[in-house]
């Protein structure tokens, strides 16, 4: 089992930025890769930044690409994702993610097997 827990989010001004963190505690010693996804009211889950965990090589959604950057810290098995030039459209529940396994999709959800309980990001136009 892998327990994930999410924090730093917040309400911002469009433009700011903001810093979430994931610590993940339990069997962290396999994990895959890490990664954030969000939920927007009305609309569906969506990917939004990965990283593998052993080499480091990330990944990003193109609508956050060049403002979002994910970073790893293996030493304490937590995850960040460091959000700039925020946008009213990234208001959402923002979650952090565990994929045990290489096989699947990095963008894809269902590919992941554990989830943290979400923080909200709030950007206020």
């Known amino acids: 089992q892998v327990q994930l827990v999410e924090s730093g989010g917040g309400l911002v001004q469009a433009g700011g930025s903001l810093r979430l963190s994931c610590a993940a505690s339990?069997?962290?010693?396999?994990?895959?890769?890490m990664g954030w996804f969000r939920h927007a009211p009305g609309k569906e889950r969506e990917f939004v930044a990965a990283?593998?965990?052993?080499?480091?090589?990330?990944y990003y959604a193109d609508s956050v690409k060049g403002r979002f950057t994910i970073s790893r810290d293996k030493a304490t098995n937590t995850v960040y994702l460091q959000m700039n030039s925020l946008k009213s459209e990234d208001t959402a529940v923002y979650y952090c993610?565990?994929?045990?396994?290489?096989?699947?999709?990095?963008?894809?959800?269902?590919?992941?097997?554990?989830w943290g309980q979400g923080t909200q990001v709030t950007v206020s136009s």
């Open positions: 993610a565990d994929k045990r396994f290489p096989a699947g999709l990095l963008d894809r959800s269902v590919n992941y097997d554990y």
């Open positions: 990283i593998n965990w052993s080499g480091g090589k990330t």
């Open positions: 339990g069997r962290t010693l396999t994990t895959y890769a």
